[in-house]
């Protein structure tokens, strides 16, 4: 996908998510090898600006719109990500196990959460409304999960 097209994809979000005039946002495009990710932000919550950082390169999502979308969400689920660690951070000695059960329970909710979020906007609003499997492709098959595994009976 060129330059031109994630830019107008980025801009049609931003104001289908309603994310501004609220938030400043900037699209970088990344376009460094040894970055891994697909997508990425950084975020200043008291001035509400956000960079939204793509992957130009090597993105590991088929659809960039996908992980636009995514990417976006979190920018809108922020404030409750933020009130959402405090809990924990003021509930939980840091580092013990009840800390990091929290925490890991809480950011594999919210990336669910977000996800199934931009796949709702991306089917009604999507330009490509094909969903990316990439990340399944490298996991391994249930079969293989379970292989090995004793007999209960």
Wanted: aromatic share 12%.
């Amino acid at each position: 996908m060129d330059k031109q097209r994630i830019e107008a994809l980025f801009d049609k979000y931003i104001k289908i998510l309603r994310i501004t005039p609220a938030w400043d946002v900037k699209l970088e495009l990344v376009e460094d090898l040894s970055w891994s990710k697909t997508g990425d932000f950084k975020i200043d919550c008291d001035d509400r600006k956000a960079i939204l950082m793509l992957n130009a390169i090597n993105p590991k999502q088929e659809n960039l719109e996908e992980v636009i979308v995514h990417e976006l969400m979190h920018i809108k689920m922020y404030p409750l990500d933020q009130v959402t660690e405090s809990l924990i951070t003021n509930c939980f000695e840091e580092g013990s196990s009840a800390s990091n059960f929290a925490y890991q329970q809480f950011f594999t909710t919210l990336e669910q959460t977000v996800e199934e979020l931009a796949k709702c906007f991306l089917l009604e609003y999507g330009e490509n409304k094909e969903f990316s499997y990439g990340r399944c492709a490298r996991k391994k098959s249930f079969n293989d999960l379970y292989e090995g595994l004793k007999n209960i009976e």
